[in-house]
């Protein structure tokens, strides 16, 4: 069962109704306003949630694979497509997804195509997913073209793992490194502090005096530290959602050191990967340049295969056109180049998402090597500066007529 918000009117008074009701889907909704002797304006789903639907997460690629191997298989054994979209609505286990579906249905059922259905939800299904689909109804094979679906969601949900995978450990030991920091200027000092108070003559060495300083000013404005770095927060998150953000950011992943290198290669076996997957479906090239431009998620290379696609145009090859542009690694041109020549342009491509997808595997490990000796030092001139903050002022009172 689903919550739907649904607008009636009283057909005696005339008066407007709204309220909520528990229901399959959003015929059952009329059937229920109906047999309450309403007539129904409007309704929508909220999901399991009620009113506070929109504090759900949003539908998960492992269930998007699923419905779409299960839809492939269902389909090739030759059932309908209504019946099978409603089998697998019934199996799913995401309630966001089964919203979803159920709309899906409908359309379809009026008559829709179902790709054209699938496009009315572009934050549950992107354009990849709705062009493979578009290729695959028209040429009947959407069976085929479902299943490639999931085999590149699978690998890009592989990559994006692999990368988030490469960036939690630094993450994770920043944040303790901080919250021990924090600690110990905030618990600790403030106790050296108040035992070199009571000495006559006593002085605390410079560094011990700066972190006593930033203990008093934390301990006693600490609504100010919490409202300057939540300011700086939400002022850093509002720029990396704007143009000119973003195009920074962008270009940071592909020019800083370590990260570059592996940014270039996530970009490579994504951009390969996914026009292998819209060139077997059979989309032509233009669009394959336009979906795969959308899809890349960084600024710098969507410009680049939009360059690449006024060059395909204009008459000129796609290897020529990607060949010398600085944020494109060489092989990618040089492989497709193969592939036109041979008439094999989907294997060479696959062949070369299989090597970046290998490379960005070799790229974390090496990422790994050198970040974890960086962290080790980070660790210890904070260690060692934290320790003399303490222990200096200590030793300072050996000798001391106390």
Do not use: C
């Not at 689903?2 to 009636?8: C, D, K, N, Q, S």
């Not at 600690?183 to 403030?190: C, W």
């Amino acid at each position: 069962m689903l919550t739907f918000e649904y607008v009636a009117r009283d057909g005696d008074s005339g008066k407007k109704i709204t309220g909520t009701v528990q229901a399959t889907d959003e015929r059952s909704v009329a059937k229920i306003v109906k047999e309450q002797g309403y007539a129904l304006v409007s309704v929508k789903p909220l999901g399991a949630g009620g009113r506070f639907g929109f504090l759900q997460r949003k539908v998960r690629t492992k269930d998007k694979i699923i419905f779409s191997r299960q839809l492939s298989t269902l389909i090739n054994a030759g059932l309908p497509l209504v019946q099978s979209l409603t089998s697998v609505t019934n199996q799913t286990k995401s309630p966001q997804l089964k919203i979803v579906l159920n709309d899906v249905i409908q359309s379809v059922e009026a008559g829709k195509p179902f790709a054209e259905a699938l496009g009315k939800h572009p934050r549950v299904f992107n354009q990849i997913f709705v062009s493979l689909v578009a290729a695959g109804e028209a040429s009947g094979t959407l069976d085929a073209a479902l299943e490639r679906i999931a085999e590149q969601q699978e690998k890009d949900a592989e990559l994006i793992s692999k990368v988030r995978g490469a960036l939690i450990y630094p993450a994770i030991v920043l944040l303790v490194m901080i919250g021990v920091v924090g600690f110990m200027v905030i618990a600790v000092l403030p106790q050296v502090g108040e035992l070199y108070n009571g000495l006559p003559g006593a002085r605390l060495p410079v560094q011990t005096r700066f972190l006593l300083a930033v203990s008093d000013f934390a301990t006693q404005f600490w609504w100010l530290v919490i409202l300057i770095l939540g300011v700086i927060g939400f002022m850093t998150t509002k720029y990396a959602r704007t143009a000119g953000g973003k195009e920074v950011i962008d270009r940071l992943k592909l020019t800083m050191p370590p990260f570059a290198k592996l940014f270039q290669k996530v970009y490579m076996a994504r951009f390969t990967r996914t026009a292998t997957t819209l060139v077997a479906s059979g989309v032509p090239l233009l669009q394959v340049l336009d979906i795969t431009s959308k899809s890349i998620s960084n600024v710098h290379i969507e410009r680049s295969i939009n360059r690449a696609s006024e060059k395909v145009k204009g008459g000129k090859s796609l290897s020529e056109s990607l060949s010398g542009d600085e944020n494109f690694l060489e092989l990618v041109p040089q492989m497709i180049k193969i592939g036109e020549d041979s008439g094999s342009l989907e294997q060479m491509m696959a062949k070369t998402a299989d090597y970046y997808e290998k490379e960005v595997d070799d790229q974390i490990k090496a990422i790994s090597t050198i970040i974890e000796p960086l962290l080790m030092v980070v660790l210890g001139i904070v260690a060692l500066v934290l320790v003399s903050a303490i222990l200096l002022p200590i030793y300072g009172l050996v000798g001391q007529d106390i």
